[in-house]
């Protein structure tokens, strides 16, 4: 099984930086994923962890150490449109459980003026 | 093309109905997945499909019946269900490993209300 922490919620101010941390503890790993999602809307893919390291996308980083079980996703230069849920989700690693996206409770980001 | 469609957005049900709740996507992915999620929670996996046969079943009540009649098309055809069962249902469909990307692209969802 899978268990996956985040924070519930985060505020900050237009133009800030936040940082978003998940931890996850998993009998299988085949990569870790953030999604965003806004209300009432489907979740959509921001970033894809499965080596150790940063990745850097635009606004959107997010980095993984597989040995601490740990992820972070940072965005930057915060703007009012990115006040949404964002979701930690973890791929199993086995034959039988590759297509298992485990999610976490998501973290809501609160944006402010 | 990186759409999934889900049709009905939304849909009003009673309890001895029987309906039907229909995905699609173009992407050529061969890995298709059903997700429920409710309120302020997180979605969570009902179903995965790999190549058309059915790969996971997350212990889902049987009165929730998938079918994929073909590597475009994901089916959940619903009867009897209960109130606590309403939610946005979300379709999913990935890349089958050992793709290099595994990333899901979702569906806008159906937002069942059971009655």
């Known amino acids: 099984g899978q268990n996956i922490d985040q924070p519930t919620e985060m505020t900050a101010t237009e133009g800030a930086i936040v940082q978003i941390n998940c931890t996850y503890q998993?009998?299988?790993?085949?990569?870790l994923f953030w999604y965003q999602q806004h209300a009432g809307e489907a979740p959509t893919f921001l970033s894809y962890?499965?080596?150790?390291g940063l990745e850097e996308k635009g606004r959107f980083s997010s980095f993984l150490s597989r040995s601490k079980g740990y992820s972070y996703l940072l965005l930057k230069e915060l703007q009012m449109k990115d006040s949404a849920s964002y979701l930690c989700?973890?791929?199993?690693?086995?034959?039988?459980?590759?297509?298992?996206?485990?999610f976490g409770a998501g973290t809501q980001v609160v944006v402010t003026p | 093309d990186t759409e999934v469609t889900q049709t009905p957005k939304h849909l009003v049900m009673g309890m001895t109905n029987k309906k039907s709740l229909k995905c699609e996507q173009h992407?050529?992915?061969?890995?298709m997945y059903w997700y429920k999620q409710k309120a302020k929670k997180p979605p969570e996996l009902m179903f995965v499909?790999?190549?058309?046969?059915?790969?996971i079943n997350e212990s889902v009540p049987s009165r929730f019946s998938p079918e994929c009649p073909n590597s475009s098309l994901l089916n959940l055809h619903l009867h009897a269900l209960q109130p606590e069962d309403s939610a946005l249902y979300l379709c999913?469909?990935?890349?089958?490993?050992?793709?290099?990307?595994?990333?899901?692209?979702f569906g806008p969802g159906t937002r069942l209300t059971v009655t």
């Open positions: 999913a469909s990935s890349q089958e490993p050992p793709g290099s990307n595994y990333e899901q692209y």
């Open positions: 998993t009998s299988g790993f085949n990569g």
């Open positions: 962890n499965v080596l150790d």
């Open positions: 989700a973890v791929r199993g690693e086995e034959a039988d459980s590759w297509g298992k996206f485990q």
């Open positions: 992407m050529g992915h061969r890995a």
């Open positions: 499909y790999s190549y058309e046969k059915l790969s």
